[in-house]
């Protein structure tokens, strides 16, 4: 990779998270993200697209594969196990794990993961498929709540952040309209505007007006506006 390897930490023992960092940190072409324990892992993966992911199994209320099934295992393209129990080695190449690193480990066989996994994010970027938001983790005052994105409706921004409508509700979210553009699939969602985001499989009909302009009316009843000039561009991608 020409650009270094953006990573995160996943575990809920402080002193392991520190052997991993001050290991990582060795290395110019780390780029370190930040540590988490399993649940305040999903939103920080899901918000940063980390590169590589070490990640323990055992934690308290999201294990590391709990943790992969609610973010996908295509999502982050590099994933080493980090764990003190063997038992869990052939659940964890299942879901093409690069490398399972049992603790304590040296040195040494710290240094072999970390080019197992250069290897592989070396191969050329073609034969990977890009990686689009599966869902969004959405934080209430008193939940969180998992939105799959075939089930938004329509985005909106909300000055530095962006309301989400999703099953006749409105989740407000501490993401930008020009970050979630680039994590949402573009064959699903479309920028009708510079304030609006669309579910392209929620399109009702589109009404004229004067001028070029016209209205996505949504499957929900909402109706949008879209900015002038975008309609030719619509029509090409609700054809695809």
Known sequence: MNRRIRTLIVDDEPIARRTLRLLLEKDSEIELLGEHDGVTAVAAIEKSRPDLLFLDIQMPELDGFQLLERIGVETVPAIVFVTAYGQHALRAFDVDAVDYLMKPFDDERFATTLRRVKSLLAQPAEKTAPRYLRRLV???SSRILLVKVEDIDWIEAADYYARVHAGGKGYLIRQTMGELEQALDPAMFFRL???GIVNLDKIREL???FK???TAVLQSGAS???ARGRFEELQRRLAT
Request: aromatic fraction near 6%; glycine fraction near 6%; charged fraction near 25%.
């Open 207 to 209: 009404v004229p007006h």
């Open 224 to 226: 949008l506006r879209m």
């Open 138 to 140: 959405i934080r209430t």
């Open 193 to 195: 505007h510079r304030s």
């Open 212 to 214: 070029g302009e016209y």
